[in-house]
């Protein structure tokens, strides 16, 4: 019996795996097992002999079955000792660097150009990409003939054949955005519409896709006067800097009398700078509403009267930012993004300071 407690307690001990285990487990007390067959022998012997070796046999199964019992929980233990010690993870570790993205500059820019003009009352109007050529042109009062139809370098989409209809365009301008503007919530008004046009151009101050900003405030006593502080406010504000504005007789057929308006600047080494010196740089069109475009939007012209204007935030974001070329605005190049692109949680804003 001494001989196979040592054999087994031993085996157990050495076992790596629970297969081993049970291995040894039939070995030693399964149903054939080496002492279940002693046990078997007990019936052979004296009632002396089995008083003695009936416990003692007992007592080695007993054994037996605990040591496999503990060894069996020692494995276990074990394994999952090695797992998590596998699937350790150090949860102080600080967080892998991830590159977040950036506000582009165009985005910003609405988002300054809005700001500004929220502040003297102006709300955002919106209206489609792909616009009638009503909208476009001839509510605008440009109509067919129109060398500015010719001039616009306009994208058209395709009528099926056999459809007479004019083709939608892309729009070409934002000020279709006026009309309907008036359309929806007649006089008086006072909105920008920011948005994206569209021009088959494209060199380094020209890209087949831009963005304006139109304005709009009629009335019934709006003038060029409130013209001219609106955009000079709004400039001064963009630019963090007093800004002089230069107001040129032009003509564009929306507006009567038109304007064309220059902020001052200075050029040094081929850059610009605004707000100071001699020069003087276009940025915008502007005038009192045409008659016919009141009319045309359902405004009675004997009632009601008031300014447009159209500016590019192309331009402005350029001109602020120090941006040189009108084309990298859309190559997604990430070097360029993350360079003039603005963290989202620090962009400048009117209320932060817009010019820091
Ligand atoms: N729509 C003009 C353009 O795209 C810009 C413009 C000029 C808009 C004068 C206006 C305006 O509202 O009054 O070139």
Excluded at 143 to 160: I, L, Q, S, V
Excluded at 198 to 227: C, W
Aim: proline letters at 5%.
């Amino acid at each position: 019996m001494d001989d196979l407690r040592t054999k087994y307690i031993e085996a157990i001990a050495a076992a790596t795996d629970e297969a081993a285990l049970e291995e040894l487990r039939l070995q030693a007390v399964g149903k054939k097992g080496e002492v279940s067959l002693k046990m078997r022998e007990l019936g052979k012997m004296t009632p002396e002999e089995r008083q003695v070796a009936g416990p003692a046999l007992n007592a080695l199964k007993n054994e037996i079955n605990s040591a496999l019992a503990a060894k069996k929980a020692a494995l276990a233990d074990a394994a999952l000792d090695a797992r998590l010690a596998t699937e350790w993870l150090d949860v102080t570790l600080p967080a892998r660097n991830r590159r977040v993205g950036s506000i582009h500059p165009i985005s910003q820019v609405t988002e300054e150009v809005t700001a500004i003009f929220a502040d003297m009352g102006f709300a955002v109007a919106e209206g489609p990409q792909i616009e009638t050529d009503w909208y476009n042109f001839d509510a605008l009062n440009i109509p067919g003939h129109h060398p500015a139809r010719a001039e616009m370098d306009t994208f058209y989409t395709h009528r099926a054949e056999g459809d007479e209809r004019p083709p939608h365009v892309l729009r070409t301008h934002t000020s279709p955005v006026q009309i309907r503007t008036m359309e929806k919530t007649g006089a008086p008004i006072r909105i920008i519409c920011p948005g994206r046009v569209y021009r088959a151009d494209y060199d380094q101050t020209h890209t087949p896709m831009f963005h304006q900003v139109e304005g709009l405030a009629l009335g019934k006593d709006i003038s060029m006067a409130n013209l001219k502080w609106v955009l000079e406010e709004f400039f001064t504000a963009f630019f963090g800097t007093e800004v002089k504005t230069r107001f040129r007789a032009s003509h564009f057929p929306f507006t009567e009398p038109s304007a064309e308006v220059d902020i001052q600047c200075s050029w040094e080494n081929g850059t610009v700078k605004v707000g100071e010196g001699d020069d003087w740089l276009e940025v915008l069109g502007s005038g009192m509403v045409h008659p016919k475009v009141l009319e045309a939007g359902g405004i009675d012209p004997q009632k009601y009267q008031g300014f447009a204007f159209g500016i590019g935030i192309d331009r402005l974001a350029m001109l602020k930012y120090g941006i040189p070329d009108l084309r990298a605005f859309f190559d997604s190049d990430l070097r360029w993004l993350r360079h003039y692109g603005f963290a989202s949680l620090d962009q400048p804003t009117l209320h932060g300071g817009l010019n820091r």
